[in-house]
């Protein structure tokens, strides 16, 4: 199983929309069974929430499913998973610092994006609405992306 994990600050609002929007395109390709995704959060201000209403509306609204309980980002994590995909800069700082070194795999979600690659996905939490539409664009094309590069990396 390739394991995939993307990370945020708070795991309720980018992190866990970003895991339902890729899984969404896993199912879609029949990869069910070879990559598997969860979410995590650099801080524990939410350990054990669901996401942010405003994720599930916005994953409603393009009919995906969410469901995620918040838990926080560790140290096993950086052995754990294949992938780790930061949504901003501070979180791939943070995931270095918490992992006592660089992870192998880990990148930044929009150096996947075809537009503005390399940007961060920005917090939308203090931000209106748009701003999760917003978002969801960003992982929506970075989703895609990423999932082609890791079926080429590994002959799916
Ligand atoms: P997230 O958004 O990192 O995309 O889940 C945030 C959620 C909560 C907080 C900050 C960012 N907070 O400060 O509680």
Known sequence: MIKVLFVCLGNICRSPLAEAVFNQKVKE????????????????????HAPDHRSVEVAAKHSIPIQHEGRQYQLQDASEFDYILAMDDQNFRDIIHISGDKPEGLFKMRDFDTVNKGDNVPDP??????GFDHVF????RSSDKLLDFIIEKHNL
Request: glycine share 16%; aromatic share 10%; proline share 0%.
């Open 29 to 48: 390709k029949g990869l069910k069974n070879e990559i598997s995704s969860d979410s995590a959060g650099t801080a524990n201000y939410h350990v054990g």
């Open 125 to 130: 939490y203090y931000g209106g609405r748009d």
């Open 137 to 140: 664009e960003m992982l929506d």
